[in-house]
C-alpha cells in the first residue's frame, strides 16, 4: 500500500542551527512533492513545491531536496529561529489527477 | 484578500447529535476540499470539489457524513449522526486547481463528540 512517512518524534534544535526533516515514500510516484507549515490551532501553510525532475529548491531559508530513487524528499531550516516552530508536513501528488497525500507531520521545537 | 474562512472553530456536541460545518474559499478558488484531521496526523481528504460537482468523495463516510457546495463557491459537510471517533479537527481548504495542485486552508473547526 502507499504510504508517506515523517518522523513522528519532535526535532529539538538549538537557535541558529540547521533542522532537516524527513519525508520518504513508498509504492508511489509523484509528480510534485510540498511541503506546509502548520501552527497550533491553524491550518496548513504552503510553503515549497518541487517537481519530480528537480532535485533542490530554495526559499529564503528553506532548502528541500527530492531522490526519486531514494524515494525521499529532505526539508531543511537554515539558522533556525524559534519563530520557525511549528509542524512541517510534507505531502505528494501522483501525476494523474491532483489529489495531495498528506504525511503526518514531524513537530519542530527551536529553542533560543 | 481574505483567505479561506471556516465556522464555527469549535464545536462540542453530544453523541448521536448532528453538526454541520461551513466553509467559504478563497474568492476565484474552483476547487475546494474538506480535510479530518486527527492530533497528530496529517490532513486525510474526505471530499473534493470541482465548483459545484463532487469529483472525489471515495474517502467520504456517506452514511453519515454529507456535504453540499450549492452555486459553487460556499460549502457546508454535516455528520448525523455524530460518533465519539468524530471528534476532529476539520479543514476546509481551496485552490485554483491545475497539476500542481497548492492549497489554501482554513483555521479549522474543532469538534468534540461527549
Redesign the interface.
Known amino acids: 500500500s502507499q504510504k ?1 512517512e515523517q518522523n ?1 518524534e519532535a526535532l529539538n534544535i538549538q537557535e541558529g542551527k540547521t533542522a532537516t526533516l524527513t519525508c520518504n515514500y513508498t509504492n508511489y510516484s509523484p ?2 512533492l ?1 511541503w506546509y507549515r502548520q501552527d497550533p ?6 510553503l515549497l ?1 518541487i517537481r519530480e525532475n528537480e532535485k533542490e529548491k530554495r526559499k529564503e531559508r528553506l532548502k528541500v531536496t527530492f531522490d526519486t530513487t531514494l524515494k525521499q524528499s529532505l526539508f531543511h531550516i537554515t539558522a533556525s529561529q524559534p519563530a520557525d516552530s511549528a509542524t512541517y ?1 510534507c ?1 505528494l ?1 501522483k501525476a494523474a489527477g ?8 514531524t513537530r519542530v521545537l527551536v529553542k533560543p | 484578500e481574505a483567505g ?1 474562512v471556516q465556522s464555527p472553530r469549535y464545536k462540542i456536541i453530544e453523541k448521536k447529535q448532528p453538526v454541520a460545518f461551513w466553509c467559504n474559499p478563497i474568492s476565484g478558488h474552483n ?1 475546494l476540499y474538506w480535510y479530518l484531521q486527527n492530533l ?6 474526505l471530499i ?1 470539489y470541482e465548483n459545484e460537482e463532487a469529483v ?1 468523495d471515495s474517502q467520504l463516510p456517506k452514511d453519515r457524513f454529507s456535504a453540499e457546495r450549492l452555486k459553487g463557491v460556499d460549502s457546508t459537510l454535516k455528520i448525523q449522526p455524530a460518533e465519539l471517533g468524530d471528534s476532529a479537527v476539520y ?1 476546509c ?1 481551496s ?1 485554483v ?12 473547526t ?1 469538534l468534540s463528540v461527549l
Open positions: 508517506i513522528s509528480a510534485y510540498q490551532g491553524r491550518g496548513p501553510v504552503f513545491l508536513l505531502a501528488i491532483n489529489k495531495l497525500t498528506f504525511g503526518g507531520g | 479561506v476547487t497528530g496526523q496529517g490532513p486525510e481528504l473534493r472525489d479543514l481548504a485552490s486547481g491545475g497539476s500542481q495542485n497548492i492549497q489554501y486552508f482554513g483555521a479549522g474543532r
